[in-house]
């Protein structure tokens, strides 16, 4: 199992960008997907969440201006990030959570993420 993000890039203040965070080798379209953000010398932070019966949820900063959704014909997972802001700039990664039914687990499968800055 594999995850790739993709759509990071430098934007200026205000503006938009969509990440997406692909899947091989499982099918996101049923399990809880989230995205995380990490600041150089800042703790990974969560970001935004699509559970496995689609339920979203966001973090104080993305509530408004954040949107989580599946993209199920790309097998993918997006964020789009609107009215972008330089505390926004970071390395954004994807989280699978995916069932293992022989360990009667749950395994997190993390992408390599992708850099987002934002510029004033």
């Known amino acids: 199992v594999q995850l790739v993000e993709s759509g990071g890039g430098l934007v200026q203040a205000g503006g938009s960008l969509r990440l997406s965070c692909v899947a091989s080798?499982?099918?996101?379209?049923?399990?809880?997907i989230s995205w995380y953000r990490q600041s150089p010398g800042k703790q990974r932070e969560l970001v935004a969440t699509?559970?496995?019966?689609?339920?979203?949820d966001y973090s104080t900063p993305a509530k408004g201006r954040f949107t989580i959704s599946r993209d199920n014909a790309k097998n993918a997972v997006d964020l789009y990030m609107n009215s972008l802001q330089p505390e926004d700039t970071a390395v954004y990664y994807c989280?699978?959570?995916?069932?293992?039914?022989?360990?009667?687990?749950?395994?997190?499968?993390w992408g390599q993420g992708t850099l987002v800055t934002v510029s004033l």
């Open positions: 989280k699978a959570d995916l069932y293992d039914p022989g360990a009667d687990r749950y395994d997190e499968i």
């Open positions: 080798g499982t099918r996101l379209s049923r399990n809880s």
């Open positions: 699509i559970s496995s019966v689609d339920r979203t």
